[in-house]
């Protein structure tokens, strides 16, 4: 038990996907998960284990942005003693081939800034997925017929951004799509030697103005989680 996961001592699996919001956590473990049970409710943040396919797995709300998921990534690594956590969240597009309800794999992260920078002051630290984790994510979404991606995104450290000349400048690089937590992930799962993987839905695209509405959102998001759960486990 921690100050921010009141789990018990086992209570958490070695394998942890980690949405950002806790109501799509319960959603996610109630509809993929045998026999979930509730283990954390701390501050509202939800966090459930279960199986699939007789694997234990635990899903757990990391909140939104870098320093929510910094918290809860750090303890649930160094306090209960996670090995493979994969972000499972929602990106907007910033490249024309990207279209909404694709899979995009963070193969790479871009930020501006995250919680490690302290950590490492002056080194530009360039945030990796793990490559296994990656590789099975990649052939579980084309065994599943989705269209997927793996590149760099970009890992926000604000939502509401008024910096339209920093987005033509990622999207001409070649960065794939925004989102706000993965970098912060890969950075505290480097420093403790463990796996971590993002795996993003396009839920709205930045050049076309496009968005998914909620009920495709939902039915869109079960590919992402089973795509995520086939890889852990490949």
Not at 82 to 89: E, F, P, Q, S
Request: hydrophobic share 45%.
């Amino acid at each position: 038990m921690t100050i921010h996961i009141g789990a018990e001592p086992g209570a958490i699996a070695p394998t942890v996907l980690m949405p950002g919001d806790p109501l799509r956590a319960r959603w996610a473990a109630e509809t993929f998960l045998d026999t979930p049970v509730l283990i954390n409710e701390v501050r509202g943040m939800l966090g459930y284990t279960g199986r699939w396919r007789g694997q234990p797995v635990t899903i757990h709300g990391s909140g939104m942005g870098m320093p929510s998921l910094s918290i809860y990534a750090n303890e649930l690594i160094r306090d209960f003693g996670a090995k493979t956590l994969i972000r499972v969240g929602s990106a907007g597009a910033m490249q024309p081939h990207v279209g909404l309800r694709d899979i995009v794999l963070a193969q790479g992260c871009t930020t501006l800034s995250t919680p490690s920078r302290g950590v490492f002051r002056e080194l530009q630290f360039a945030p990796l997925a793990d490559f296994g984790l990656l590789a099975a994510a990649h052939a579980a979404a084309r065994a599943r017929d989705v269209r997927v991606h793996a590149g760099n995104v970009y890992s926000a450290d604000v939502f509401y951004d008024e910096r339209p000349d920093l987005n033509e400048i990622m999207t001409r690089h070649g960065v794939l799509c925004v989102e706000m937590e993965a970098a912060e992930l890969y950075s505290v799962a480097a420093r403790h030697d463990v796996r971590a993987l993002a795996v993003l839905t396009i839920s709205d695209h930045l050049l076309t103005g496009d968005s998914l509405p909620a009920a495709a959102r939902e039915r869109s998001f079960g590919a992402m989680i089973e795509i995520a759960l086939d890889a852990a486990f490949a």
